[in-house]
């Protein structure tokens, strides 16, 4: 690879036309029209630099616009900028706009605020990625201040900014600055008014998201499917499939976004007839099968309780992305086949693809269903030692239960104690469950203390204390603990159930009373309940 250098002056190209530079020198023309990913751009760039054109700032420039665009490489393109000694206003933007589009957007606030302590005045065309950048941070309020540059400046009219200004405050959740820019505008604009439907869905705020909706003089693909998706969001399911339905009707194509969405909603509600349709939906209209839109079908079928679907979706899939090889096994192991997932995951360590963190909880998972101590014990060795994974919180609870299950209960502790992560309620809560299964109640009292002081609103470790010690003739701690608990304001959360009706999912809470069809559900229960009950007594 090319070293990364210039000179400590550039000189500037004195050419009247860029494009007549550019197809002046033939390796500029060759990375304009034939570079296509970061190895031949790494060998063109290795013969500008020996040629000296890296020393022109057209050729530097048309070099770190390719580093910085999805294709390239913004880590390269950051080396890249750092040895231009002098980079002109383009050269700024560029950086800046790459790293607010990449995993690591702080950096182009960091190089923005480099850019103020420079000689390069920021401009117009500067202002959006920055905002780009604290909105994909969730950064909002730390954005106002950009904000008011802004208006000092007189650019808060700009549309292009101003759609940037909602969709940072939108997609932070500050849903009142949103709304005060996008009043501002004289017209509703159509990229403003897509922000403010997925923030104010973000946020809970459904109803409001629709009205927004309807009040749309024109909507694109996007605003469909952020409405949908919205509604999918808050667990309206029966409302994001009306819209889809609507959507059909005024012939809008839906995306594979659409579906994704939809397949989702199914996987979330457990209802599989909605999710085949779905499927079949996606399979009439020749959808194309990419990594997600497979793998939000296989996750549809597992979650939905057909494992059998799933596998006939994973094995006839043209594309498999290291996301379906992850849902598959974590769907079977969580369905009941635990030894046809661990036969998968030793496939997918066959294949081109190399697993990572999720796929070893899928593995886990099914080690812990199997109650196979010694594979779980190999896995997770396996996963540091071959893969260099660091276990998540996630991993050590999958072995906390594995251990658990099996009654090795100080070893599961000694786990948790030697974690060089700190441990949450979650996996006291787990080891809590377990010694409430082994009846050890001095062990459970050490990891209820755990979980009550990490999460004193959380009542299932109070119940689970109460019921252990309950089971041991300890009425008085039992009790205890539930009086605890209530002192703690902490609530035990219903149980819910759900029931696929002619593609409507009902949902009940434990006691509840608020389904439309209350009434004559109790009614039909007692009468049943009494024909039981002459049953019997014949």
């Known amino acids: 690879m090319a070293t990364l250098c210039y000179a400590l002056s550039p000189s500037s190209s004195s050419s009247p036309s860029i494009s007549k530079f550019i197809s002046d020198h033939p390796s500029l023309t060759m990375l304009q029209n034939h570079c ?204 994001a499939l009306e819209l889809f339905h609507k959507m059909q009707a005024e012939r809008v194509e839906p995306s594979e976004f659409t579906m994704v969405s939809l397949l989702n909603a199914c996987a979330n509600l457990g209802a599989l007839e909605l999710g085949k349709w779905i499927h079949d939906y996606i399979k009439k209209n020749d959808f194309e099968l990419n990594v997600i839109v497979v793998t939000a079908i296989i996750d549809m079928y597992c979650k939905c309780g057909s494992a059998e679907n799933a596998i006939e979706v994973f094995e006839s899939s043209p594309t498999r992305g290291l996301s379906c090889w992850n849902s598959i096994i974590i769907g079977l192991a969580m369905n009941g086949h635990e030894s046809e997932a661990i036969e998968l995951f030793s496939k997918l360590e066959c294949s081109n693809l190399k697993p990572d963190s999720v796929s070893f909880i899928g593995v886990l998972t099914a080690c812990k269903h199997l109650g196979a101590i010694d594979n779980a014990r190999d896995y997770f060795a396996l996963m540091m030692n071959k893969y260099e994974i660091e276990p998540s919180i996630k991993h050590y609870t999958c072995m906390v239960e594995v251990l658990g299950q099996a009654a090795l209960l100080e070893e599961a502790e000694e786990l948790i104690k030697g974690m060089p992560i700190k441990p949450d309620a979650i996996i006291w809560g787990s080891l809590l469950s377990s010694c409430r299964k082994h009846g050890n109640v001095e062990m459970a009292k050490r990891a209820a203390q755990r979980v009550y002081e990490l999460n004193p609103s959380d009542a299932s470790g109070y119940v689970l204390m109460s019921n252990l010690q309950a089971a041991s003739n300890q009425f008085e701690e039992a009790m205890g603990h539930r009086l605890l608990m209530k002192e703690n304001l902490a609530e035990k959360e219903p149980g819910c159930s759900s029931i696929e009706v002619h593609g409507v999912v009902n949902e009940f809470l434990a006691g509840g009373r608020l389904h439309p069809k209350t009434q004559e559900i109790y009614s039909l229960l007692n009468d049943t309940s009494f024909a039981l009950q002459d049953i019997d007594y014949q």
């Open 36 to 239: 296509s990913n970061m190895k031949d751009l790494k060998q063109i760039h290795a013969h500008i630099i020996k040629t000296g054109l890296a020393l022109d700032t057209i050729a530097a420039s048309r070099v770190l616009t390719f580093c910085a665009s999805p294709s390239g490489d913004i880590n390269y393109a950051y080396l890249l900028f750092t040895t231009m000694p002098n980079p002109n206003l383009y050269s700024w933007n560029t950086i800046i706009r790459g790293f607010s589009r990449s995993s690591n957007p702080k950096l182009a606030i960091s190089l923005f605020v480099d850019m103020l302590y420079s000689e390069v005045e920021p401009t117009r065309l500067t202002y959006p990625s920055v905002f780009k950048a604290y909105a994909q941070l969730g950064a909002g309020h730390d954005g106002a201040q950009l904000h008011g540059r802004v208006v000092k400046l007189g650019l808060e009219k700009d549309q292009f900014i101003c759609n940037t200004i909602i969709h940072m405050y939108a997609n932070s959740g500050v849903l009142t600055e949103a709304r005060r820019v996008l009043d501002g505008h004289v017209e509703l604009d159509l990229v403003a008014c897509n922000s403010m439907i997925i923030g104010l869905a973000k946020c809970g705020e459904i109803d409001e998201s629709r009205r927004l909706f309807d009040h749309m003089p024109t909507r694109t693909e996007v605003t469909w499917n952020s409405m949908i998706s919205g509604y999918v969001r808050n667990g309206k399911l029966s409302e």
